[in-house]
């Protein structure tokens, strides 16, 4: 597996409350992603990263923010969870925008009670 | 905006049995790859096609890219028990440029042994 390390793995939290989910990679790929999945709706992009400081928004970003100062770390943030955002959550990386393979971290499940 | 679509969403199999899984996309793909999720698990990548009318084997796996570059399928042949799974394709658009990869939402396979 590539070196992809999220954390926490699982997170149980009350709503209105913020949470930080973080992503660690040791290959050096320039891309990241945060995907969210829910049943019946696949992989969902909600940020993504394609150097430090600079991301842009996927097709599920509100109510998400993220950050990346080094090429190693990125973070998703949600600012006040909501119970809609109760999901699974994955991290991918890729070496290049367009036609490489993207490499998932282990995920985080989180619960917003 | 671009929108991948997969059917079946779910496929029961008796062991032995073949599998197919069919993706469509709303808009021209630059390419398409495919990933498998077991359960528990997170997407592993499997393969990527880029050619119009690509077709790739891997063992008993034969993976097709429509003549159009707007589809694309995943056929198993003989199915066993380790083949259970998720199946997702995604796609990325060539209207579009950047680095979104646009999931399905996966065809969830069961195999009775």
């Known amino acids: 597996d590539a070196g992809i390390t999220q954390s926490p793995r699982h997170k149980v939290t009350e709503t209105g409350t913020p949470v930080t989910l973080r992503c660690h990679q040791t290959?050096?790929?320039?891309?990241m992603y945060w995907y969210r999945q829910d049943p019946g709706h696949g992989l969902r992009l909600i940020h993504y990263s394609y150097g430090v400081k600079d991301t842009d928004k996927g097709e599920v970003s509100d109510g998400y923010s993220v950050s990346r100062s080094k090429t190693e770390d990125f973070l998703l943030t949600l600012e006040s969870a909501t119970s809609s955002q109760t999901s699974v959550y994955f991290c991918?990386?890729?070496?290049?925008?367009?036609?490489?393979?993207?490499?998932f971290g282990q995920g985080t499940r989180l619960t917003v009670v | 905006g671009q929108q991948v679509m997969q059917i079946p969403q779910y496929q029961h199999v008796q062991e032995g049995e073949d599998f197919t899984t069919y993706c469509n996309s709303s808009?021209?793909?630059?390419?398409i790859q495919w990933y498998k999720q077991r359960p528990g698990g997170h997407p592993v990548f499997l393969i990527q096609?880029?050619?119009?009318?690509e077709v790739k084997k891997q063992k008993r796996l034969t993976f097709q890219f429509g003549e159009a570059k707007k589809n694309s399928s995943l056929h198993i042949t003989a199915t066993q028990t380790t083949d259970v799974g998720t199946y997702f394709c995604a796609g990325r658009s060539e209207e579009t440029s950047g680095s979104r990869l646009t999931f399905g939402e996966g065809t969830q396979l069961t195999v009775n042994p």
């Open positions: 808009t021209t793909l630059s390419n």
């Open positions: 991918a990386i890729s070496l290049t925008a367009s036609n490489t393979e993207a490499f």
């Open positions: 096609l880029v050619k119009s009318g």
């Open positions: 290959e050096n790929h320039r891309y």
